[in-house]
């Protein structure tokens, strides 16, 4: 039985939302058990009742998204963030889940729980719809300044969850670049772009432009954090766009909205395929344990979707094979 650490106080949307999601995964998963993190009064106001394999922790700060993350993650020290990292460093949790600060899960999980040896720099990694299925951008924040070692490094994690957690065997890696040719981007791109090719343990397939990262073409997609989070801010504003456009030209006259209710299951489909909360959340890639950041916006179905991308972290053992393949890749280097 898996036992998740779950930030209450983290979100837009939390407390109420956050416990939806988690009362939701109870009642489908009876295999796990969940310790919720945040202030006791609080909580107890969406959940009067508290459900079997459920145990509150009460917590006397929280862990705001405007506060700057090094110094919240030193000063709240009995914030809901905090002590669910904290249970996953002790062990007594498998997994954390939160969708509170970006900045402060990502420093919490570093310096609280710690990074895989050989692990320069961990990662933020979503999943994002593609023609083919899905692909695993990496990284989407977490590191604006990379060196080529770092870029290395989110190839091979990547690699890992891509194939542990989406089951896709020998997954393709792309380069996120301004062009195909090896010869294109500045100096970090051009050199990483041959060490690629040269790194044991990854299928490279070359660089990758970013109009076609949804055309399925890698399965994995590397970059810098900054880069990264460009690349996905643009396509969830795009598919926001999209939606409100065809929205706004569907209610022009009749005839377009007796046409969109004959065609409303096909828009249904393409909206949940397109939708951010249709994939939960991002694992922290590279820290010693489970973290998975959920959106900040998350309602419940979304965080019950970042609930079951953490189970699937868990059963593929993905820290330990990030581990096996860094000592791999250290051992053939010498």
Not at 105 to 112: H, N, P, Q, S
Not at 126 to 137: D, E, F, H, N, R
Not at 141 to 163: H, I, P, R, T, W
């Amino acid at each position: 039985m898996w036992t998740l650490a779950i930030d209450a106080m983290g979100g837009d949307n939390a407390p109420k939302e956050i416990i939806d999601g988690t009362v939701n995964a109870l009642e489908k998963n009876k295999d796990i058990k969940v310790l919720l993190y945040g202030i006791e009064e609080e909580i107890k106001k969406y959940l009067p009742i508290v459900p079997e394999r459920m145990t509150i922790i009460n917590c006397s700060e929280v862990i705001e998204t405007c506060e700057p993350p090094l110094i919240a993650i030193r000063k709240k020290v009995d914030s809901s963030l905090i002590k669910g990292l904290l249970a996953v460093k002790s062990g007594e949790a498998d997994a954390f889940i939160s969708a509170g600060s970006t900045g402060a899960v990502m420093a919490g999980a570093l310096f609280k729980v710690g990074r895989i040896k050989g692990i320069d720099r961990p990662a933020l990694a979503p999943v994002l719809p593609t023609k083919q299925g899905k692909a695993l951008l990496i990284d989407c924040g977490a590191n604006a300044d990379c060196d080529v070692k770092f870029l290395e490094q989110f190839a091979l994690m990547g690699s890992a969850y891509m194939e542990l957690v989406e089951d896709v065997k020998n997954p393709r890696v792309g380069l996120i670049n301004i062009g195909v040719e090896e010869e294109k981007g500045n100096k970090l791109y051009k050199e990483t772009f041959k060490a690629l090719g040269v790194l044991n343990g990854i299928n490279f397939v070359g660089n990758i432009e970013a109009r076609d990262t949804t055309d399925g073409e890698a399965d994995v997609l590397v970059c810098d954090g900054f880069t990264g989070n460009i690349v996905l801010k643009t396509l969830e504003g795009m598919a926001t766009y999209l939606f409100s456009l065809i929205k706004e030209q569907i209610m022009q006259n009749g005839i377009r909205k007796l046409g969109y209710l004959l065609m409303k299951s096909g828009f249904r489909k393409v909206r949940d395929k397109l939708d951010h909360k249709a994939y939960g959340g991002a694992p922290l890639l590279g820290i010693q344990g489970c973290v998975i950041k959920a959106h900040g916006s998350s309602d419940a179905f979304a965080f019950n979707g970042a609930i079951t991308q953490a189970l699937k972290y868990l059963e593929g053992d993905v820290t330990n094979v990030i581990r096996q393949k860094i000592e791999a890749v250290s051992e053939a280097a010498g």
